[in-house]
């Protein structure tokens, strides 16, 4: 008589020991089989189990709510990154025709930065200013020495101080061969914040011109004379 409702009483106490932690581990269970899911790469995990308790239901929608943001975030920084990526090849494209252009051309390029020191050169200055091939690098004191030079440095010194935002002259640059007649335009480089943290100084070889003007003059001088002496 009492061993009969002792057996009932144990197994109905282990048939609910055994339902309630069914019921407690299954959700825990599919939470963490998604948990591992989101660890392996796979986005939009979601978990469903519709049975239980409102705090487990509240859980799970937890969970589902947090793999939807990951995911939606996953895809924010994937096209961010592929913006970035196409960004920086059109600014290396930019970068490369600017380099061809300023090779190609027969104008003289000079870049400073607004310490003074000179962050690009172009053949065509370095020809016509007789610069050094390491000039980048080094303050504008040290590339532009000597008459004529000189004069460039001042004028982009001056434009450095923002007492002026152009500088035109034209100057001369003795050579070997024959004396240079250059035309130099210094202009700021405006930066972010309309700041003026560097200068550029084009350079453009009017010897040709000087020559032909030359050439023209005494050509002007010799008709004269023979009309004179005629």
Avoid at 18 to 25: D, N, P, Q, S, V
Avoid at 146 to 153: A, L, N, T, V, Y
């Amino acid at each position: 008589l009492y061993l009969f409702p002792a057996l009932l009483i144990l197994f109905g106490a282990v048939w609910l020991a055994l339902y309630l932690a069914r019921r407690i581990t299954t959700p825990l269970r599919l939470v963490a089989e998604g948990a591992e899911r989101i660890a392996s790469g796979e986005r939009g995990v979601r978990v469903d189990f519709p049975t239980g308790s409102e705090e487990f239901r509240a859980l799970i929608a937890s969970f589902n709510r947090m793999s939807e943001r990951l995911a939606r975030s996953e895809e924010e920084v994937e096209f961010s990154r592929a913006g970035l990526v196409r960004k920086n090849q059109e600014l290396e494209e930019r970068r490369r025709l600017t380099e061809t252009v300023l090779e190609a051309v027969g104008t003289g390029i000079v870049v400073v930065d607004q310490e003074g020191t000179v962050t690009a050169a172009n053949d065509a200055a370095a020809r016509l200013l007789d610069l050094d091939p390491g000039a980048a690098g080094l303050p504008l004191e040290r590339v532009l020495r000597g008459p004529g030079r000189e004069e460039i440095h001042a004028l982009v010194l001056r434009l450095l101080s923002g007492r002026v935002s152009r500088q035109e002259r034209e100057v001369v640059v003795p050579a070997r061969e024959r004396d240079r007649h250059l035309a130099v335009t210094v202009v700021s480089l405006p930066g972010s914040l309309g700041s003026a943290p560097g200068a550029v100084v084009v350079v453009d070889d009017l010897t040709p011109l000087m020559r032909a003007q030359k050439v023209a003059a005494w050509g002007e001088v010799a008709r004269k004379l023979a009309h004179e002496v005629k």
